[in-house]
C-alpha cells in the first residue's frame, strides 16, 4: 500500500456512475437519518412482545410493550438514499463537476455522528 | 420466541465473534494505512503496521454486514430483556440506554457507508483516493469499536435473555 499522502494527481474515475451512487447514498442517508430520527420518519415500527408491524406512525396501545422505531428508520433512509444516488447519477458530469467532492462521504457521516450524539444527549432523542 | 433463552444466547455469541473479527481487520487496516511500513520488520508493532492492508476489505464489508444482520435479530431480545432490566431506575444504568441508542444509529450510517468502502478499497488503489479511503476506513473502525464497547458493557450489566423478578 502507497503511503498515505494528500495528493494533486487526479482520480481518474472521481465521476463514475458508482462512485456517484456510493457517495451520495452515503452521504445523503447520514444526514437523512438524522431528520428521521428526530421527527419519527420511520416506514414501520415492529412490537416484539406482541410480534406485529405497525406502518408509518400508527401505534399500539402500551399493553403492546416496547415500540421498535430503529428498523423503521433505516428502511426509509435506505429508501430515499438509494432514490437520491440513482437521481444523482442521472446528472449532467459537467454541473456535477462543480459541485462534487469525494470527501462527502466521510465529512458528511463524521458530522452526523457528532450531531446523532448530541440528539441523543441534549436533546433527548 | 424472543424470550428462549438459548436462542439468543447464541445467536448473541456468533454476533459477538464476528464482531471481534470485525475489529480485528479493521483495526489492523486503519494502523497499516496510517502508519504503513515498507522495510523488513522484526517487532510486534511492527507486524501489526505491515499488514497488507487492501486484503482486508472484502472480509470488512462482508464481517460488517454478517455482523449487523444477526444484530438486528438479536435486537429484539434485547429490547425485551437487557433494556428492560436497564432502563429500571434501581438500577442506576438508566443513562447507558443512551449509549445504546448511540451504537444503533452510528452502526447504521456505517452501514450505508459499505458500498462507497467497498469501490473505494477495490483494486487498483489508486493513489488519488488514498486519503478518502483512510477516513472511511478510520470512521468504520471507531463505529466499530465504539458499538463493541457499548454492547459488550450493556450485555455484561443487562444480559439478553436475563428476565428480570418481578
Not at chain 2, 16 to 23: K, S, V
Given at each position: 500500500?502507497?503511503?498515505?499522502?494528500?495528493?494533486?494527481?487526479?482520480?481518474?474515475?472521481?465521476?463514475?456512475?458508482?462512485?456517484?451512487?456510493?457517495?451520495?447514498?452515503?452521504?445523503?442517508?447520514?444526514?437523512?437519518?438524522?431528520?428521521?430520527?428526530?421527527?419519527s420518519w420511520q416506514l414501520f415500527s415492529y412490537y416484539p412482545?406482541?410480534?406485529r408491524f405497525t406502518f408509518w406512525t400508527s401505534t399500539l396501545?402500551?399493553?403492546a410493550?416496547p415500540q421498535m422505531k430503529w428498523y423503521g428508520y433505516?428502511a426509509t433512509?435506505?429508501?430515499?438514499?438509494?432514490?437520491?444516488?440513482?437521481?444523482?447519477?442521472?446528472?449532467?458530469?459537467?454541473?456535477?463537476?462543480?459541485?462534487?467532492?469525494?470527501?462527502?462521504?466521510?465529512?458528511?457521516?463524521?458530522?452526523?455522528?457528532?450531531?446523532?450524539?448530541?440528539?441523543?444527549?441534549?436533546?433527548?432523542? | 420466541?424472543?424470550?428462549?433463552?438459548?436462542?439468543?444466547?447464541?445467536?448473541?455469541?456468533?454476533?459477538?465473534?464476528?464482531?471481534?473479527?470485525?475489529?480485528?481487520?479493521?483495526?489492523?487496516?486503519?494502523?497499516?494505512?496510517?502508519?504503513?511500513?515498507?522495510?523488513?520488520?522484526?517487532?510486534?508493532?511492527?507486524?501489526?503496521?505491515?499488514?497488507?492492508?487492501?486484503?482486508?476489505?472484502?472480509?470488512?464489508?462482508?464481517?460488517?454486514?454478517?455482523?449487523?444482520?444477526?444484530?438486528?435479530?438479536?435486537?429484539?431480545?434485547?429490547?425485551?430483556?437487557?433494556?428492560?432490566?436497564?432502563?429500571?431506575?434501581?438500577?442506576?444504568?438508566?443513562?447507558?440506554?443512551?449509549?445504546?441508542?448511540?451504537?444503533?444509529?452510528?452502526?447504521?450510517?456505517?452501514?450505508?457507508?459499505?458500498?462507497?468502502?467497498?469501490?473505494?478499497?477495490?483494486?487498483?488503489?489508486?493513489?488519488?483516493?488514498?486519503?478518502?479511503?483512510?477516513?472511511?476506513?478510520?470512521?468504520?473502525?471507531?463505529?466499530?469499536?465504539?458499538?463493541?464497547?457499548?454492547?459488550?458493557?450493556?450485555?455484561?450489566?443487562?444480559?439478553?435473555?436475563?428476565?428480570?423478578?418481578?
Amino acid at each position: 500500500m502507497s503511503t498515505l499522502r494528500h495528493t494533486s494527481s487526479v482520480d481518474p474515475d472521481a465521476l463514475g456512475k458508482y462512485p456517484l451512487f456510493a457517495i451520495t447514498f452515503g452521504a445523503v442517508f447520514s444526514v437523512l437519518y438524522l431528520f428521521v430520527m428526530n421527527y419519527s420518519w420511520q416506514l414501520f415500527s415492529y412490537y416484539p412482545q406482541v410480534g406485529r408491524f405497525t406502518f408509518w406512525t400508527s401505534t399500539l396501545p402500551a399493553t403492546a410493550g416496547p415500540q421498535m422505531k430503529w428498523y423503521g428508520y433505516v428502511a426509509t433512509c435506505a429508501i430515499v438514499s438509494f432514490v437520491a444516488g440513482l437521481i444523482v447519477c442521472l446528472l449532467p458530469t459537467n454541473l456535477l463537476r462543480r459541485v462534487w467532492w469525494p470527501g462527502f462521504i466521510w465529512l458528511v457521516p463524521g458530522c452526523a455522528m457528532l450531531v446523532a450524539l448530541y440528539l441523543i444527549l441534549v436533546v433527548g432523542d | 420466541m424472543w424470550l428462549n433463552t438459548n436462542l439468543w444466547l447464541t445467536l448473541l455469541t456468533i454476533h459477538g465473534i464476528l464482531a471481534f473479527f470485525l475489529l480485528g481487520a479493521l483495526t489492523h487496516q486503519a494502523i497499516a494505512v496510517w502508519a504503513p511500513v515498507h522495510a523488513r520488520v522484526s517487532n510486534f508493532f511492527g507486524h501489526v503496521r505491515a499488514v497488507s492492508a487492501h486484503d482486508y476489505g472484502g472480509a470488512i464489508v462482508v464481517l460488517y454486514v454478517l455482523t449487523f444482520l444477526l444484530g438486528m435479530i438479536v435486537y429484539p431480545d434485547y429490547k425485551l430483556t437487557a433494556s428492560t432490566v436497564l432502563s429500571n431506575p434501581a438500577f442506576k444504568w438508566v443513562k447507558a440506554l443512551d449509549s445504546f441508542e448511540f451504537k444503533e444509529h452510528t452502526l447504521a450510517i456505517g452501514l450505508a457507508l459499505l458500498p462507497a468502502y467497498w469501490y473505494y478499497w477495490r483494486p487498483p488503489l489508486v493513489p488519488a483516493r488514498d486519503f478518502v479511503r483512510a477516513m472511511l476506513t478510520t470512521l468504520l473502525t471507531i463505529i466499530a469499536w465504539m458499538g463493541f464497547i457499548v454492547g459488550h458493557i450493556l450485555n455484561n450489566a443487562g444480559g439478553l435473555g436475563f428476565l428480570p423478578s418481578h
